[in-house]
T-cell receptor, first 114, second 115 residues
């Protein structure tokens, strides 16, 4: 089983719609969680951290479900500029091995259509 | 704005040639990572350093790849000899804090094509 799994998509969504995607992780001892956004031919950038209580930043909501070991990202009122690849990042702590325990998913490709 | 700086941005070379990529982390960041990204594999960790000491390079093909951090302002990734399968985007990233917190800042990447 892969450590961090995401549906690669692409998700084709009309502008203004709501879209959500999940990311599952295998290590129950994982300590922290993040969503990064990567635009085409650009570097990944932090979108938001995911807290146990969930968190919201404008049109974006991130949730954590520790029991089922997944995190989710919800985008409301999607804009054309939301088109990007969304990378799930899980920090498994020192037990997760290298890179300070940071493990990246392969990303979910989102296309917002006019 | 403080940012991670990578050179070269693009490199086209022939199989067998040496390639050196350089990274200047954000000042004050003590942890530096090298990642490789391809369509098939996504982001793969190659090596990382804390306070210039190498902590993990298990993701790096040892026979041809080497990573060093000669000083706090410079990290290098060298491929010798290069092969077509090394074609990818190589990202350097840095962060200030160890452990669970601390945002990872990426450079713009070095896009390598080996013919």
């Amino acid at each position: 089983r892969k450590e961090v799994e995401q549906d690669p998509g692409p998700f084709n969504v009309p502008e203004g719609a709501t879209v959500a995607f999940n990311c599952t992780y295998s290590n129950s001892a994982s300590q922290s969680f993040f969503w990064y956004r990567q635009d085409c031919r650009k570097e990944p950038k932090l979108l938001m951290s995911v807290y146990s209580s969930g968190n919201e930043d404008g049109r974006f909501t991130a949730q954590l479900n520790r029991a089922s070991q997944y995190i989710s990202l919800l985008i409301r009122d999607s804009k054309l500029s939301d088109s990007a690849t969304y990378l799930c990042v899980v920090n498994m702590g020192w037990e997760g091995g290298g890179a300070d325990g940071l493990t990246f998913g392969k990303g979910t490709h989102l296309i917002i259509q006019p | 704005d403080a940012r991670v700086t990578q050179t070269p941005r693009h490199k086209v070379t022939e199989m067998g040639q040496e390639v050196t990529m350089r990274c200047q982390p954000i000042l004050g960041h003590n942890t530096v990572f090298w990642y490789r990204q391809t369509m098939m594999q996504g982001l793969e960790l190659l090596a990382y350093f804390r306070n210039r000491a190498p902590l993990d390079d298990s993701g790096m093909p040892k026979d041809r790849f080497s990573a060093e951090m000669p000083d706090a302002t410079l990290a290098t990734l060298k491929i010798q000899p290069s092969e077509p399968r090394d074609s990818a985007v190589y990202f350097c990233a840095s962060r200030r804090l160890a452990g669970a917190t601390g945002e990872l800042f990426f450079g713009e990447g070095s896009r390598l094509t080996v013919l």
